[in-house]
C-alpha cells in the first residue's frame, strides 16, 4: 500500500494516477472527505484529515509500503516558517513512529540553502527532519513550476501586461511541470533509492513566457518589470497576504542573486512543454 498526500492538488493526483494506473493499492489523504468520493470510485482507499495532525498520519501510514509527501502552503499563516516547521515535525514524527521504509518528498531547488530563500526554507528543514527518522528518503527537489505562468493570467486579460519579478527579460530559466515532477515521484516509489534529484525542465526566458501567453490568449502582453523594492507592495496589491508576500520577495531576491542552482546526487530533465501547460491553463 502507497500513501499518497496532496491528492487535491496537481502533483499528488498525478502519482496516485500513475500509480493506479499500473495496479498498485494505494491510499490517498484528503482534508475534505468530499474531495476523497472520486479517488474512492477509482479504488483508492481514503484517510481523511491533516498532515499537520502527526497522530492521524501515524494511522494512515501503518503498514504503508512508501508514501509521498509535500508541504502544503497555508495561505492564511501568520508565521510562515512556523507553520511550516510545525507540519514538518507532524509528518516527520509520523513516520519515524510508523518506521516507513521509503518517503518521496515534493522538494524545491535551492532546498540546501537554510535561510534566505522564503517559502523554500521550510522544504529545507523537511528533508532534514525526515532524514532523521531512518527511513529511505528521495528528495525531488523541482525547478520553477511551468504552471506558475497562471498566475499572470488575470493581469494579462485584464490589462494586457505581463508583471516580471526577476532582473531579466531574457534570461532562459529551467521550468518544469507539474505532470513530470507526478510521473517522477511515482516511479521513485517504486524504486526505492536514497537520493535528492534535482528536476527540472525546458528553459524559457520572460520574453518567451509573455509571447506565449499571449498567443494562447490572442492578444500581445506587455512586459511590466518590477523592481525588488516593489515586489512587496505589489504583491500587496495582487491580493497577497503581507507575510506571504515578503517570503515570495525573499525567493525571488535569491533567484535573481543566482543562489538558486540545482545540487542534488543527479539531474533528471522533463518534457512536458510550456505550450501544453498553458493550452490546459488557458482551457
Known sequence: MYVIAGVSGHVGSVVASELLAKGKAIKVIVRDSEKGKAWSSKGAEVAVGSLADSSFLALALKGATGFFTLLPPDFGAAHIFEYQKRTSDAIAGAVKHT??????????????????????????????????????LTAIRAGY???????????????????????????????????????????????????????????????????KLGSALGKQLQIVDIPPEQHVGAMLQAGMSAPWAESFAEMYAAFGAGKVTPKGDRLVQGTTTLEEVIKALVG
Do not use: W
Open 99 to 136: 518506521k516507513v521504509s521509503h518517503v518521496v518528498m515534493l522538494s524545491s531547488v535551492g532546498a540546501e540553502l537554510e535561510s534566505g530563500t522564503g517559502p523554500i526554507r521550510g522544504l529545507n528543514y523537511l528533508e532534514k527532519v525526515l532524514g532523521e527518522t531512518g527511513t529511505q
Open 145 to 211: 513550476f511551468q504552471e506558475n505562468v497562471g498566475n499572470m493570467l488575470a493581469p494579462a486579460k485584464a490589462q494586457g501586461i505581463f508583471p516580471n519579478f526577476t532582473p531579466s527579460q531574457d534570461y532562459p530559466m529551467p521550468m518544469i511541470a507539474t505532470q513530470d515532477i507526478g510521473v517522477l515521484a511515482a516511479e521513485c516509489l517504486l524504486a526505492p533509492q536514497a537520493e535528492t534529484i534535482d528536476l527540472v525542465g525546458p528553459a524559457y526566458s520572460i520574453r518567451q513566457l509573455a509571447e
